[in-house]
Structure formats: C-alpha cells, structure tokens
C-alpha cells in the first residue's frame, strides 16, 4: 500500500470515529417516558430529524429537542436522567430542551397543562420554558404552568422568574429577536423579589417577576400580568394537583 492509500484510509478512520461520536452524542437520551396514562397512541412523540410522529412507549428513551403531544384523557411523565421530573396533562403539547452548557434552555409549552419537580435538576443553569404568552425560568423548584389564551404559573416550592416573550432564547420571531438583542444590550440589573401588583391586570410584564412558594402568577396575551397568593382550597380540589403530589411522593 502506497503513501496516498495510507493517507486516504487514515482520513477515513478519523472522519468516521467523529461521525460516530457526534451521532453518539446527539442520540444520546436525557430521560424516559416513566409513566403513560391513556393508549399509546393518544401520546405522539417527535424525534429531531425525523418526518413521522411514533406512539409513546413505556420506558422509551426520550432526547433533545423531542415534541410530545398528548389527546384528551391522557398523561405522560418523563424522568429525567438528572433525577428530575416533568409531566405533562391532556391535551397538551411540549418539545423539551434541556440546558446546554453556558446557555439557558428553551423548552416550549405550547399548550396544555404541565408540572415540573426539578428540584436541584438545574443547579448551576436555568432550565427555561416558553409559552405562548410568557417564558419561566427556574433553577429547581417544583411549580405547575397551564398554558391556553394566557398562561398561569404555580409555585409550590422554590421560585420562578417569568419574564415576557422577548426574554426567551430561541426566539420565533425576528421582531421577538429584536427585543431580546436590545434587552441583552441594557444593564445587568438583580432580579427584584416578590411585589404586590396594583390590581387585576393592571401592569404589563415587561421585566422578570418573581415567583415564590404558595404563589401564583397569571400572563394574558396581551403582556399584562396579575399576582395573587395560591387559593390552597381551590387547588387542593383540582384533581391533576392531587395526581401529581401522590406521584411526586412515589418518586
């Protein structure tokens, strides 16, 4: 064999050990649906790269970048690698992105209901999710987000910043781009603590809120946002607060 075969098979070696590698690491899962409530079918997956959604499977691993929707009366639950849980309620429709280092992550709530027991998950990077009105950053807590026409955020343990859309990474929109590059431009400045809002709807979301344990905050499309303290008889009767708490006991 000559110097140029050489060559060329030693090239070959090499781009593919890093073709290999880089399909290894982006195959590689961050989790797994632990839990499916409803037939299979009732709960699509998407995987990055792929054309058609699959029915969801018990213990099938689940990656970056994954869309899960969810039919009437059904329920799905993703364990985490890291120890965290996210579960997501019928009706519902959630593409999870997890953080990658020196960036917040991008997770998307489309719709639907969602609960998330993060819980030291997250401890040295945010873990952030949008909604069609708002985006939610947290660094482990345990909190529920119902997203529809407006999106409400429930915190029962930790704390939750929620910012408007032009605060989000991965930005749909080039004007929502915009908004974030000149946000990014302004002062660093703390993130204030719990304040109490004037009335119903009064003030427009145009910094980070924060959220704290036993309290609740609601985002209309419009930007205006209205915080109140956590009515625990009313939630205490809401059947998918009851679900979650005795699964997160089973944890």
């Given amino acids: 064999m000559n110097k140029k075969n050489i060559t060329i098979v030693v090239l070959i070696v090499i781009f593919t050990s890093m073709f290999l590698g880089f399909s290894q690491t982006r195959n590689k899962s961050i989790g797994r649906i632990n839990f499916i409530l409803g037939d299979k079918q009732d709960i699509r997956v998407h995987h990055p790269g792929f054309r058609n959604w699959l029915g969801a499977r018990l213990y099938s691993p689940v990656y970056d970048g994954d869309r899960l929707k969810t039919l009437s009366e059904s329920r799905c639950e993703i364990k985490m690698n890291q120890k965290g849980v996210i579960r997501i309620g019928e009706n519902a429709d959630f593409t999870l992105k997890p953080a990658a280092p020196g960036r917040k992550s991008s997770s998307v709530l489309r719709k639907g209901r969602l609960w998330a027991s993060i819980k030291g998950l997250f401890n040295r990077r945010r873990f952030q999710i949008r909604t069609p009105t708002a985006v939610c950053s947290v660094r482990g807590t345990i909190y529920r987000i119902d997203a529809d026409s407006s999106t409400k955020v429930l915190v ?76 625990n008889n009313v939630d205490a009767e809401d059947e998918w607060v009851k679900w979650n708490k005795s699964r997160d006991r089973v944890e």
């Fill in 156 to 231: 029962y343990d930790g704390s939750v910043d929620v910012g408007p859309l032009s605060f989000a990474d991965d930005d749909s929109t080039k004007q929502q781009h915009q908004q974030q590059q000149q946000s990014l431009l302004r002062k660093p400045t703390q993130v204030p603590g719990p304040t109490q809002v004037p009335g119903p709807f009064e003030v427009s979301l145009e910094d980070w809120v924060r959220i704290v344990a036993g309290q609740q905050i609601e985002v209309r499309a419009d930007g205006k946002y209205y915080k109140s303290k956590i009515n």
